[in-house]
């Protein structure tokens, strides 16, 4: 899955000096390590946590540390973490643009045709409607076709030992990645991968919906039925998995993902409908009672409603939706309204055209 866009969301706005490296502010830099040029294998904090894998799983301690010092450095992945440019306004019709586009959407169409059977089984065993899959599978790797060229383990270890020391929150997110090498660890291990051949984004997101290793371990399913996940080559175990995965983030079978709105709401009203942000919060009659009015169908909505607003850019109108609980699911997978709205508008343009 997409942490790759969580985490460059988390730096927006942040001072493009962050993109001058990890040694830049410092002066006199002559006896100074330079990143990355201590191999892993002679990097203390590396090999103490390859023992501390090895124990915590029970893997062969041997093994741990030398697939760990067979890691490289990547010196772009550290760069990839501070994209300057990310502050740039938000912009919805930009954004969309990007995934709801003609390519994509013949693309979406060989996909569904080709894999109609194994999205019509995931819908019928996970309640999530194929649409949603091909617009994820879509919008994350175009059907397969960008799946990341980076080895995993080589961007996991950089993320690990080598995030960015300017980040505001490198710590945590240096946590984070050491969460995720140690399962691409333990799951290639026990599964019987070479950790070598697997390739991903600069996050180390895998495969068609391009999962992290700790989501590949909690929610990857073997949907083909050949007993091994494979989120790479099979797009039935890829579909079956992001169906799953949003089983476990609270996909309810049959609810709409959102409802256009007709937008009233102003001044007090308006900041307390956008102040939950896109965690639903509100009954139709609570919007309807503040000025956004929900078309006659959505009256009946069983669950609550969050005011979504998407932005066009400094000069544009912004986009008012109001997202379900189904919305909120889709940013579960990536923590965005621009992606979520893109994921079903994408679904929804493969879907007419199938149709035509
Ligand atoms: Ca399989």
Known sequence: MTTQRLIS???????????????????????KTVQG????????????????IAARHDLPVEWVRSTMAQARFLPQVPRLMTPAAQGA???????????????????????????????ARAEKT??????????????????GQQMGNFRVIDALATLS??????????????????????QFLRFTHRAGMDPFSLRGSYAGAMGMGQFMPSSWVKWAVDFDGDNRIDLFGSAADAIGSVANYFVAHGWK??????????????????????APDILPQFTASDMAARGVQLPSGAAAHPGPLALVKLENGAEGQPLYIAGTENFYAITRYNWSSYYALSVTELGQEVAAAMRR
């Open 89 to 119: 306004a938000k912009n919805w019709t930009v954004y969309r643009s990007r995934f709801v586009e003609p390519v994509r959407i013949r693309a979406g169409v060989r996909f569904w045709q080709a894999n109609a059977a194994a999205l």
């Open 9 to 31: 969301s988390c730096l927006l706005g942040l001072a493009s000096a962050l993109s001058l490296g990890a040694g830049a502010a410092q002066p006199a830099p002559a006896a």
């Open 37 to 52: 040029s201590t191999p892993y294998g002679e990097r203390a904090d590396a090999m103490q946590m390859a023992a501390d």
């Open 253 to 274: 079978p049959g609810m709409p993902t959102h409802y256009p709105v007709v937008m009233r709401a102003q001044g007090s009203d308006l900041a307390a409908l956008l």
């Open 161 to 182: 030992f080598d995030f960015p020391a300017a980040h505001p929150r490198a710590a945590a997110r240096t946590e984070y990645f050491r969460g995720e090498l140690e």
């Open 126 to 143: 996970y309640g999530v409607p194929a649409e949603i899959i091909v617009g994820i599978i879509g919008v994350e790797t175009i059907y």
